[in-house]
């Protein structure tokens, strides 16, 4: 059995950490072939190539891969399906637009965000917001996965496998890219930090919100939020944690003015240690918090801020 | 235009799942179920570009058990024009996958020739984020997930993307599908006179045979079980408390 993996490519840069938790999710399904497309992916290509586990890279470097849209993608992984029995990428927002169109054009059913491999046919995935862990066994001759990142461990480097040119496939010219807003932060990325500071409706304000901001830099943090916050514009869209968006498991959480609804729980609570502030005692978080401060939040995250 | 939206009956966001002892599902009977959330969003929008004069007429379609009418009556009384109800499932804890779904959507498009289909990002309770990818893929069309903003102009829709590392905006020809994320949107409750008036709008009833569509899952369920729960832990008394805890604990 072969697997092909899409690696994480953004602008030429490889995501690291969510391509070789990828492969450790990967590996025991088979021998692990890393794609790497991009308008510029050598250097990626190189650097995957040395996450251990990793068998062969594969490059498609062409403009028509620039911002790996799904239609394009999703024809290259199909031109080069024959040879795998398991197509796979982390469940990063780009894989989740492309995988389940190449499954389709395969004609399997999907299996996203799955948190656990059973055997080569079995696997475990999370449903209604992690809720309930179903097992799942796909009868589909070529299967297509996306694994959810943060219930495994990166695989580590020092491999040393050889890279290929991949040839492109057909240009569906269905759609174009205009542009990206993305803000650039010195911060830890969201998904792979080892400390998060969220901040809920509690706040109050955008500006407020730079509470959470000081005390995620005292703690060389990433910053997340809940949809509350997002939707009433304190902060961007892709802080959003939950159920619907970003999935974290760091080694510390801490979630300030922030209720715990089951949704933004999804998101959250495989975080080795949990911490909220709530000015409310009743409030859903703190049953799932290892260390609970009860009062307001605009008095204690200053305090703590300045005392760690 | 003629827009299609598939929408979803799913258990209401707000009930507390519970696994069933067995381990065969999650416990449905006597739940409270609703629409999608993400459906919601999707007629909202459909609503919109029909305010708008982009939009002609509005179809819903909705795929599972009979109650699932319920759902369709909701879009209708949003402001949907007409619904389809595919009857795919007799117990209600049978889920039609994505791609059976997606099936039966390309075969309901063969029909209706829509010039665009919004669909939800994601159904809560299956939390697949798959139908609209593999329409998409079915059809030959473009798409735009996860849609934050959805401009139509002539041939082609531009549309701002949620993603990862913030928002992306792609520019896709039509016919397209487009899957609806959170901020698309806020959509509107169903007057009382609506849902009246909705209990005439035309709900044509179907079933997956009547597409030649084998709704028979992929994926076997070998089991459903609760997640490992985690202990509430302690209450401290102050900023002091927590920061020596935090430092015993070796993680500050
Ligand atoms: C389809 C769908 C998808 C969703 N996806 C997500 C998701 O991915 N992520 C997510 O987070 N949510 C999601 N939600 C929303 C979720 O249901 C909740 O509405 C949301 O998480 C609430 O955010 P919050 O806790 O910030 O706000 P609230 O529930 O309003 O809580 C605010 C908290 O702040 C506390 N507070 C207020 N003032 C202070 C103060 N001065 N000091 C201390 N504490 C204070 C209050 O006691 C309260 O507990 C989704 C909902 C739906 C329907
Ligand atoms: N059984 C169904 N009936 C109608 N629409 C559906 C059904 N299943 C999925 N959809 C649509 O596809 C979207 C994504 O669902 P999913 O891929 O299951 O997460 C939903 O928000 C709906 O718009």
């Known amino acids: ?308 | 235009m003629k827009v299609l939206v598939p929408v979803k009956r799913v258990i209401d966001y707000n009930v507390k799942v519970r696994v069933k002892s067995d381990g065969s599902g999650v416990d449905l009977a006597n739940v409270k179920m609703s629409m999608n959330p993400f459906d919601e969003i999707a007629v909202e929008e459909a609503i919109r570009l029909k305010e708008a004069g982009t939009a002609e007429e509005i179809v819903v379609v909705s795929i599972g058990v009979k109650q699932a009418q319920e759902t369709l009556r909701t879009a209708l009384a949003m402001g949907a024009d007409r619904a389809i109800l595919i009857v795919a499932a007799d117990d209600v804890h049978q889920d039609i996958e994505p791609l059976a779904v997606a099936k039966l959507l390309k075969a309901v498009i063969d029909e209706e020739q829509p010039g665009l289909v919004i669909a939800g990002k994601q159904a809560i309770d299956n939390d697949m984020n798959a139908t609209g990818q593999m329409l998409a893929a079915l059809t030959g069309w473009s798409q735009a997930t996860f849609a934050n903003e959805l401009k139509i102009e002539g041939d082609s829709a531009t549309v701002s993307r949620e993603v990862d590392g913030g928002l992306q905006t792609i520019k896709v020809k039509m016919p397209a599908i487009i899957t609806a994320d959170l901020r698309l949107n806020e959509p509107r409750y169903a007057s009382l006179p609506n849902i009246m008036k909705a209990k005439k709008k035309p709900l044509e009833e179907k079933t997956a045979a009547d597409y030649g569509v084998d709704v028979s899952p992929r994926l076997e369920i070998v089991k459903t079980s609760e997640p490992e729960a985690r202990q509430a832990g302690e209450v401290v008394a102050d900023v002091d408390t927590l920061v020596a805890k935090l430092k015993e604990k070796g993680i500050v």
């Open chain 1, 1 to 308: 059995m072969a697997v092909l993996l899409l690696a994480e490519v953004t602008d030429g840069a490889l995501a690291m950490d969510a391509t070789a938790k990828a492969v450790s999710a990967a590996k025991s399904l088979g021998d692990v072939t890393v794609l790497c497309a991009g308008a510029s992916a050598s250097e990626a290509a190189k650097e995957a190539a040395t996450i251990e586990g990793v068998a062969k890279v594969l490059l498609a470097e062409d403009a028509l891969y620039g911002h790996r849209l799904a239609e394009p993608t999703a024809a290259l992984i199909v031109s080069l399906a024959g040879d795998y029995s398991h197509i796979c990428a982390p469940a990063t927002t780009d894989a989740k637009n492309i995988m389940p169109r190449v499954a389709a054009l395969l004609d399997s059913m999907i299996l996203t965000d799955v948190s656990a491999v059973v055997d080569a046919d079995t696997f475990e995935r999370p449903i209604y917001a992690g809720n309930a862990i179903q097992t799942v066994k796909s009868k589909d001759e070529k299967k297509v996965i996306t694994f959810r990142t943060s219930t495994f461990d990166a695989a580590g480097t020092g491999g040393s496998a050889s890279v290929e040119d991949a040839a492109k496939a057909d240009d569906p010219a269905l759609s174009e890219w205009i542009e990206d807003k993305v803000a650039e932060s010195d911060r830890p990325e969201l998904t792979s930090a080892g400390i998060v500071v969220s901040g809920g409706r509690g706040l109050g304000s955008e500006e407020n919100f730079a509470l959470i901001e000081k005390l995620a830099d005292k703690l060389g943090a990433a910053v997340g939020a809940s949809r509350a916050a997002v939707d009433s514009g304190y902060a961007p869209n892709d802080w959003q944690v939950g159920q619907t968006g970003k999935v974290v498991a760091p080694d510390l959480y801490i979630a300030v003015g922030i209720s715990g609804a089951i949704q933004h729980l999804a998101g959250m609570k495989d975080s080795k240690v949990i911490v909220a502030i709530n000015k409310d005692e009743e409030a859903p978080i703190f049953q799932v918090a290892d260390y609970g401060l009860v009062g307001d939040l605009f008095e204690l995250v200053p305090e703590l801020t300045e005392k760690l």
